[in-house]
């Protein structure tokens, strides 16, 4: 096992030597993003592009794809987790498992049950999952919906280490994959719908222990405190339940923060700080280096969590290094990574909220929509707090230029009422709301960094709500809430091959090789919170229960 | 809400004698308030206007004489489904009930 691990990773083999006795060093997590054999981060990557150079599995054989084996979890309530590989063995999880499985025959190496006290579904929001964990020297790690950070063997499963970070009574949860950057582990909490104080927080992956913690919620007196009516900030919400996204060059984090509470402004006048905004931290210390907010006051839930993307593009000409994020609010940034510059702000999909952005204030220009729902009357509003799209990742394809998104196509009547006073851990929203559903509620689209623009798209009477992925031989895949998994031509958003899977996707795809043969990693089972809540009428009929799916082509 | 609900906590306190026997004849006013605090607290998990998607049980398929399980549950919790011990009240449980009652599939 040794040699075969020392051989797979040949190419950092210098940095592996120094620590023969551990595996997935800071040195091999930077180095992973551009293997195709091992998939040690939330992202596939430090860049969170979700890109692989694999190319076996092609437009012409595609249809050959098939099903090699599938893992079921014993569970009804949804698989959002996005798989990890080392050394050929698969490691998933969800709300109450954590499991190691042989990525070629599929087979259970073992598994880690987790019992959390009952009470603490009530302070998660938004379906009740895990969306992934991290590796790091021989330690599979990953966050509980109680609150802990679990630090497993790798090999056998057995804990190591737990660490309680917070407590579900004043509203906490985790359900997002830790970030581990520097020898650092960084989690977020989620719980802006419960009257949280958010922050994000960094353990020593040797012993669990805290070493930082950073409030995105000034405490009274701090800098930001003032961006704050009355004394709203104690429970202003700004979670940060989406996992980041790493520059080792810069040593910089980026994090996406969620909204304010309560959803209505109406009692927290001002911009909220540090809600909703990309923020640039220091992995180890927890220093912040740098925050952007995109939406200051936000009214609609425009949680600005959903995956942070690095790649190196042209901005006017002028070649940039950036971080892109393709926002709940409908408009697609493109910052500065170094600086948090916003170099292009476009929307990728219908919004009336905002006509465009202002690039010497650094602020969106709010319509009459934003300013009526401020004053208390009812509006309707495009995206609906649903987003533009939501937490499930996009992908980027540096051979082509192209994020590969699953949109949200729904709006929302909206009113916010008389403000009320939030209670820490009682769940705050006061406002009134009703989905608006068109026809076609969600798209997957090719969309241009720098403009917004779709290059195609494919409509979807029930949108998607799970990540995308693409390689290099041009192929784009994702899964429908329908059961689907799908794979996409990136440049003509041709429908190219397409395995009804036995429940829901809403997970993460992921592909790999072993042994000269290409696979491609999902997991099926329905849930979240828009199944669950918006479109539990479209998927009536689509079966509940969590499983694995992995296939490779024909023969191989 | 404060008002509203302090209001019609005091209406489901007068009118709790005959909601044990004819849920379906409950008060309209209880019925709104227990969809009101269904629509914050259970719409999450068991779909908006209790339209459910199978992930998290139906409650349109609790029966009439299926009360005393209901409050079990919600009070201690099944499963994921989290208990809400000393957050949802004996008044929240008898409005819930009335909602949920007055959508019940036949």
Redesign the interface.
Known sequence: MRIFRLMTIAGFAASCFTCAASAQTAADLVASQKSTKEILTYGMGYNAQRYSSLTQINRKNVKNLTAAWAYGLSDQLGLEAQPLVHDGVIYITNHNRTAAVDGVTGKELWRHNIDYPSETTRVVCCGIVNRGSALYEGKLIRGTLDNYILALDAKTGKEIWKTKIADIASGYSITGAPLIANGVIITGVAGAEFGIRGFLAGLDPATGKEIWRTYTIPAKGEKGSETWEGDSAATGGGSTWVTGSYDPELNLVFWGISNPAPWNPRGRKGDNLYTCGIMALDPKTGAIKWFSQTDPHDAFDHDGVNALVQADIKVNGEAKKVVMQAHRDGFLYVLERATGKFLAVNPFVEMNWASGWDYKTNRPMWTDVYTKALAGEKVEVWPSLTGGTNWHPMSYSPKENLLFINTFNVGMNYQAGDPEKVTAGQRAQFVDLTPIKPANMGYLKAVDPTTGKAKWEIPFKVANTAGTMNTASGLVFTGQLTGEFIAVNSSNGKILWKFQTQSGIIGQPITWEKDGVQYVTIGSGIGGVYAMRTAAAEVTHVPTGSALWTFKLQGK | ??PTLVASLTLCALSSLIIGAAAQDAPVDLVKVGAKTYD??C??????KL??????FDLKRLREDERPRFDNSVT???N??????G?IKEKDLDALWAYIRANAYP
């Open positions: 809400m404060k914050t607290n719409a999450p998990c068991h779909g908006d339209v459910s998607s199978g992930i998290a201690n919790g099944k994921a489904m989290p208990s809400w011990r957050i």
